[in-house]
Nanobody, 127 residues
């Protein structure tokens, strides 16, 4: 059982930056592909970014390309989401998730590929 704890959310003005962190309890953190998702009020949870177990391969949603970067530090059991040029449409609860199957399936984008989820952290971007 992997426990994931997100941090780093908050209120930021449009054009600003935030770095989200997700700390995992599992010492075998490097066995999991990781992803970041977000959910705005009244909307479905959507893929934001994903990263392979080693960190050598990353994926991002079209809506965040050029603005968000995902990275991980396996020595610290932590995955990060660096968010720049934030706009009000980025306002949502952001969740990190761990997957045992995404590496094999190549599907980092579907919520159903992820086995463990954090509790989420709120990001609010004011205009």
């Amino acid at each position: 059982q992997v426990q994931l704890v997100e941090s780093g959310g908050g209120l930021v003005q449009a054009g600003g930056s935030l770095r989200l962190s997700c700390a995992a309890s599992e010492r075998t953190f490097s066995r999991y592909a990781m992803g970041w998702f977000r959910q705005a009020p009244g909307k479905e949870r959507e893929f934001v970014a994903g990263i392979s177990r080693s960190g050598s391969t990353t994926f991002r949603a079209d809506s965040v390309k050029g603005r968000f970067t995902i990275s991980r530090d396996n020595a610290k059991n932590t995955v990060y989401l660096h968010m720049n040029s934030l706009n009000p449409e980025d306002t949502a609860v952001y969740y990190c998730a761990a997957s045992t199957s995404a590496t094999r399936s190549g599907n980092y984008f579907a919520t159903t590929e992820y086995d463990y989820w954090g509790q989420g952290t709120q990001v609010t971007v004011s205009s």
